[in-house]
């Protein structure tokens, strides 16, 4: 029989005595896959230098090695079709690359030199350094409002935390950056006790030995970090408004919570978050309220965990991992006229949860929905290896039977506990994005009631359930408009 | 029936194709069969267990929309295919899908429309009678209808703060003056405003072109064996259609364009240079060589690259744009540049490139680089069934079997130097081009 399935995950960390620890998963498929993965990422800059644990990044997968240059090194990856790819969070940094068999051993070749021998030239510093910059001032900024929404919400619930600066820095920080801070980041979190390497596919006998031998070569030792302490959530409402030219009100709120995938409540959290805004799902409770019924926008969803690019995927990244999580909705852009409205429906929604919780026929629905749906997480190797890191991250059993057993055990009664202890519709943070600030932050000052135009109007009961919305209490206790251009400067 | 394909089959299949230019570059067994009513079922056993991806192709796209005033319709119908039938309403439709824990959505393009679910195959029977049942017996009221409407506003203000949106617009509305590439897939701003005012155009529409022999039926995945069984039943009693939509056929261009638009948000300055090209072809070269060409010329392999973005630095981003379609559309090469001093230099650059290729010939080994990236390209793409069948339905619409793909991977194998040197005389010619140019002008207030 055909078997280009994973054959199972293999530990072999005590393949040899010492680190760097790998995880393996030999299969019959003609492509190998890599993720390298460091512990350690953007909450490991250093004060004044936001940004340089994704530009050290940056220079190992995107610049030349002691041997070879930049270009030469494209002009080897070129013919395979690969390449290795870079992703840096708070927490995980992660090298990601796949390969045809047939190619392994060149692939290989340059992907060791990339990591362990960078070349560390001013020329690709310089290149790279710009690239970092307008990622922050012009792709995220200026060019995508859904993510900045997002990203900044991010930043305002971590503000003077670990967390509090997007991953990729911050330009005034950016700017300072020298060739030397990178290069003692490198030398300070490129550990052998910070890596573990995951190798998947149809490599060859001894080769997973000879990659750990090659990356023994770091340094020994793992950074050593004191706990994170937790972020502190505002009294009422805390809303920023950002002012920028755009057709649209975006909006995304949220509030951290003490759960990651290791607490013994995350999978009943995570079956609330699916019921409540499953990602880029119509059945899901806001789409359903805010879209089908109202036609506000085109989409509107909840998470429990860090997803960037929600926008372009379906599914989320593996090896994002974070030790602080946050609950958060994401209402994509409505019409300015609705704005009001919307920032009234999600918070309306988010409490009538937290009050009724979920009901016993949506609870058994939403299980049998992600009992099959989890499968689908992991459909390539790349993905099938980064949830096992992620797992060893959490220190949990493997993710889709760890899930599916939990669910398994779970009552409704279990579910709208955790609505309970983990989830409010007060003392958050809001992010809008929209043209006219000030109209919005004096229409939020005055307490006023808000109103929905519809191009067809919705069903009477809906209409009466609007006028209740429209009246929703918003408890501000601080609220502030924030010039775009200002946004990642420091 | 399972056809094995372990490790080293696949390996000799792609270790082939250096050698013996006939060697197939699509793996997998598959069946294509054409069922009275004209729906066209293609299987694919992708050897990946248990998983089935179902992704129905109707050969409609925004290039189908003759009509003015009516831009943007064949995606605001792919909304609409989701708002139900009197026997499966849209929570009874949400619940089935939800029950089968299925990954599902839609999307439209310039000449095809695809509806796509993966889920376990144990589920397949249900999906294709829920699928088979929207597509023959769709049915919304007006409200629904206009409420949609502003889903799909919604859709078009999300992407409007996206440069390349408005360069893909002002590039198309230049270039085109007959043909529906004229306008993207989300259609003109005014036309999608005016969407609510169409409900009865939307009932034709649905008429003209969701019948069966503009639709193609693919299970690809760990297959069950009455899957064609399966199909027959639920899809076998959808009648037949006659409408033909008279595509209007672009005349030459006859002169050189540019066009230099301003844009309402900080960007970098971005410069586009696009020639009309030749649509998807798996007999003839010329598509295939462009292909090439782009690859070579325009990648971030090719010496264009490593000059602009690597050495000089006076450009963060440049990539080649020669997307298959059913009909002639665009060669492009966009760059984004750093500072808006160096745009005309990097289009110069850009201009001197294509004039290299008329003029000399390409050496070998960068064009047997290129192959090889295409080759692999390919191979490496193929790691898992939704993504093999999210290929399968690209080329279903180019030519309705898995079989084109190994006939362009053979035509690929096949570019010769004067290959390139041809096509680059033909079709990247002054007369044919728009030179596209579009930077932020600031004037005062919110960014």
């Known amino acids: ?490 | 029936m399972r056809r094995v394909l372990s490790c080293v089959l696949l390996l000799m299949l792609l270790a082939g194709c250096a050698e013996e230019p006939e060697t197939k570059i699509f793996p997998y067994p598959y069946e294509v069969t054409d069922i009275e009513n004209g729906l066209r079922v293609v299987t694919v056993e992708t050897a990946y267990p248990e998983v089935v991806a179902l992704h129905i192709v109707v050969n409609v796209g925004s290039r189908n929309e003759v009509e003015p005033g009516r831009t943007g319709f064949a995606h605001l119908f792919e909304h609409m295919m989701f708002r139900g039938t009197e026997k499966f309403p849209p929570e009874r439709w949400e619940a089935i899908m939800q029950d089968a824990g299925a990954e599902t959505n839609a999307y439209t393009s310039d000449d095809r429309t695809v509806y796509h679910a993966v889920f376990s195959k144990e589920d397949l029977e249900a999906i294709l009678e829920l699928e088979a049942d929207r597509f023959q017996n769709l049915k919304y009221s007006e409200e629904v209808f206009r409420t949609e409407t502003r889903a799909v506003l919604g859709e078009y203000n999300k992407n409007f703060a996206n440069p390349m949106r408005k360069l893909d617009e002002i590039v198309r509305k230049t270039a085109f003056t007959e043909h529906t590439y004229r306008h993207t897939t989300m259609g003109f701003v005014e036309d999608v405003e005016n969407m609510p005012e169409m409900y009865d155009y939307g009932l034709k529409f649905f008429d003209r072109y969701y019948r069966p022999e503009y639709t193609t039926v693919c299970i690809v995945g760990d297959v069950p064996d009455d899957a064609l069984a399966l199909v027959k039943k639920y899809w076998g009693d959808w009648e037949r259609g006659s409408y033909q939509p008279e595509i209007p056929v672009e005349p030459p261009q006859g002169e050189a364009k540019t066009v230099d638009e301003s844009f309402h948000t900080p960007t970098l300055p971005i410069v586009s240079v696009s020639y009309h090209a030749p649509a998807y072809d798996d007999e003839a070269n010329d598509s295939a060589v462009l292909d090439v060409i782009s690859y070579y010329a325009f990648s971030e392999n090719s010496d264009l690259y490593k000059k602009l973005v690597v050495e000089e630095q006076k450009v963060d981003a440049m990539y080649p744009a020669y997307y298959d379609h059913r009909d002639p559309y665009l060669f492009s090469v966009v760059a984004r540049v750093k500072e808006q001093k160096d745009s005309e230099y990097v289009r110069d650059q850009i201009l001197a490139t294509v004039e290299q290729l008329q003029n000399e010939l390409v050496p070998i080994e960068p064009l047997e680089d290129v192959k090889s990236h295409l080759r692999y390209g390919f191979a490496v793409g193929m790691n898992s069934t939704p993504a093999i069948a999210g290929t399968l339905a690209h080329f279903i619409n180019m030519r309705g079997s898995p079989e084109t793909i190994n006939k362009r991977y053979a035509l690929y194998e096949s570019v010769t130097p004067d290959d390139v040197q041809r096509v680059a005389k033909q079709v990247l010619v002054e007369s044919e081009r728009t030179i596209a140019t579009l930077r932020h002008a600031p004037e005062g207030g919110a960014e």
């Open chain 1, 1 to 490: 029989m055909c078997r280009l399935l994973l054959v199972g995950l293999i530990l072999i960390a005590n393949a040899l005595a010492a680190p760097p620890e790998m995880l393996t998963l030999p299969s019959e498929s003609p492509l190998v896959a890599f993720r390298i993965l460091l512990r350690t990422g953007a909450a490991s800059d250093p004060e004044g230098k936001e940004g340089v644990a994704a530009l050290t990044a940056a220079m190992l997968s995107m610049a030349g090695t002691k041997e070879k240059t930049y270009d030469e090194i494209v002009e080897a990856l070129f013919p395979m079709a690969s390449s290795v790819s870079a992703q840096v969070d708070k927490e995980m940094t992660v090298f990601v690359g796949t390969t045809h068999v047939e190619n392994l051993e060149a692939y290989y070749e340059l992907l060791r030199s990339m990591l362990l021998e960078p070349g560390w030239r001013e020329d690709d510093f310089r290149r790279l350094k710009d690239e970092a910059k307008n990622y922050l001032r012009i792709q995220l900024r200026s060019n995508n409002e859904e993510e900045l929404a997002k990203e900044y919400l991010f930043l305002q619930i971590f503000e003077g935390h670990d967390y509090g600066h997007h991953s990729m820095g911050t330009i005034a920080a950016l700017d300072k950056l020298s060739l030397d801070d990178l290069k003692s980041f490198y030398a300070d979190n490129y550990l052998q006790g910070n890596l573990v390497i995951g190798l998947a596919g149809c490599y060859p006998e001894r080769f997973a030995e000879r990659v750990q031998t090659d990356f023994a070569k770091l340094p020994e030792g793992a950074t050593r970090r004191e706990p994170m302490a937790q972020t502190v959530s505002p009294k009422k409402l805390r809303i920023r408004i950002i002012e920028k030219d755009t057709r649209g009100t975006h909006i995304a709120l949220g509030f951290p919570i003490p759960v990651n995938r290791s607490n013994g409540d995350w999978p009943a959290l995570k079956l609330v978050q699916s019921y409540f805004g499953q990602h880029r799902s119509s059945k899901s409770l806001l789409f359903q309220k805010l879209r089908e019924i109202r036609g506000m926008n085109y989409g509107d969803y909840a998470y429990i965990e860090y997803f960037p690019s929600g926008m372009y995927q379906f599914k989320p990244d593996p090896n994002l991992a974070r030790s602080q999580q946050i609950f958060h909705i994401w209402i994509r852009p409505v019409e300015p006229r609705n704005g009001m409205f919307a920032l009234r429906i999600a918070l309306y929604e988010l409490n009538k949860l937290v009050e009724d919780g979920i009901s016993a026929e949506d609870f058994e629905a939403t299980r049998r929905f992600l009992g099959k749906f989890v499968s689908l997480l992991t459909q390539t190797q790349s993905e099938e290896l980064g949830y096992a890191l992620d797992s060893r991250f959490y220190g949990i059993p493997p993710f889709r039977g760890y899930v599916k057993d939990a669910w398994t055990g779970m009552t409704v009664d279990d579910v709208n506990s955790v609505i309970r202890k983990y989830l409010r519709a007060t003392d958050l943070d809001i992010v809008i994005i929209t043209k006219d600030a000030a109209g919005m932050r004096d229409a939020i000052r005055s307490g006023q009631a808000s109103t929905i135009e519809y191009v067809s109007p919705p069903p009477k009961e809906i209409l009466d359930e609007d006028k209740v919305i429209g009246r929703y209490p918003l408890d501000v206790g601080s609220i502030e408009v924030v010039p775009a251009s200002r946004v990642f400067e420091d």
